[in-house]
């Protein structure tokens, strides 16, 4: 069985400040691990991937996440937040092959304050 | 990266009547499409997972003739919510695998918000 566990509900940074949301998860297989952004009334937008490649994931739009086996752990970093990265985020789990559904964490809510 | 569209983007219907998404992949074909369903403030949870030319896989608790999935073509899935009540109101997600990328990645389409009077 494959879980996610999201640690923060909700984040709040200021502008320009590093961004850390956190992930956890569980997994009897080796892991394909996903971070994924939804605006407000809009779909899920990919950020970026790990799927046993290199550990240190880098994605789209200044993101990155490292893979740490060790802590079961995929946290997600920015080094400056931009208001416009207010959003939720979606750490979300599945086997390397592909054969069980995507498991979704809980979701972290971001706010950037000005 | 592959497009996935839905169709309508928003509805809003009289409660008892029935309600038709589409999900399409634009640019890739799709054996395999997913549904979701995503309340205010929550998560995503997977309805079902649509086979293109065979039967839906629904998970547990969700009604399979209250959520009517037809994937009759390679970059077509419907889902229809029959007889729709107030409590069916929410954000409806589809998603599909790209055979070509070579990995388990999904593509989501941009949700449809259902709103049943």
């Known amino acids: ?114 | 990266g592959a497009v996935v569209s839905q169709h309508p983007s928003r509805v809003i219907c009289k409660s008892g009547t029935s309600v038709k998404i589409e999900c399409r992949s634009l640019d890739f074909q799709a054996t395999t499409m997913f549904w979701y369903r995503q309340f205010p403030k929550q998560s995503l949870m997977l309805m079902a997972t649509s086979n293109e030319g065979s039967k839906a896989t629904y998970e547990q608790g969700v009604e399979k003739d209250k959520f009517l999935i037809n994937h009759a073509s390679l970059t077509l899935s419907t889902l229809t919510v029959t007889s729709a009540h107030p409590e069916d109101s929410s954000f409806y997600i589809c998603s599909a695998k790209d055979p070509g990328t070579g990995n388990n990645e999904q593509f989501f389409g941009p949700g449809t918000r259902l709103t049943v009077l």
């Open chain 1, 1 to 114: 069985a494959q879980s996610v566990t999201q640690l923060d509900s909700h984040v709040s940074v200021s502008e320009g400040t590093p961004v850390l949301l956190r992930c956890n998860y569980s997994s009897s297989y080796s892991p394909s691990l996903f971070w994924y952004v939804q605006h407000p009334n809009k779909g899920l937008q990919l950020l970026l991937k790990y799927t046993s490649a290199a550990t240190l994931v880098k994605g789209i739009n200044g993101f990155e996440a490292e893979f740490k086996k060790s802590e079961t752990s995929f946290h997600l970093t920015k080094p400056s937040a931009h208001m416009s990265d207010a959003a939720e985020y979606f750490c979300v789990v599945s086997d390397w092959s592909g054969n069980t559904p995507l498991v979704f964490g809980k979701g972290t809510r971001l706010s950037v304050i000005a």
